[in-house]
């Protein structure tokens, strides 16, 4: 039953709160001082870590960003793909259930 309801749950994604925005000449950066790192964003990532200060899925994030004016759904899902797989492997996100 637990496994149906798995399959049936879209992942949601939220920040992982390891990090601090700062501004980076026009971009926007994250520092996360126990790895001392710094990765900057482009705006598409930017946007996308902005809005996982709550969980999102996939979906409604595709949804809300298309709402800024993306200029085709297929560029936009394929850079939210990208954006969520390297703020995940930098565990700057997390999945959470």
């Keep these: 039953m637990c496994d ?3 399959e049936v749950m879209p992942t949601r994604y939220v920040q992982s709160g390891k990090g601090t925005l700062k501004q980076v000449g026009e971009r926007q950066a994250l520092y996360v001082k126990e790895t ?7 705006v598409t990532a930017f946007l996308l870590y902005q809005c ?14 298309g709402e800024l004016g993306a200029p085709d ?15 995940l492997e930098h565990e700057l996100i997390r999945a959470v259930e």
């Design 52 to 65: 996982l200060e709550e969980p999102l899925d996939r979906s409604t994030l595709v949804e809300v960003l």
């Design 36 to 42: 001392r790192s710094i990765h900057v964003f482009n």
């Design 4 to 6: 149906d309801l798995a």
């Design 73 to 87: 759904q297929t560029t936009l899902e394929s850079d939210i793909d990208a954006a969520l797989a390297t703020l």
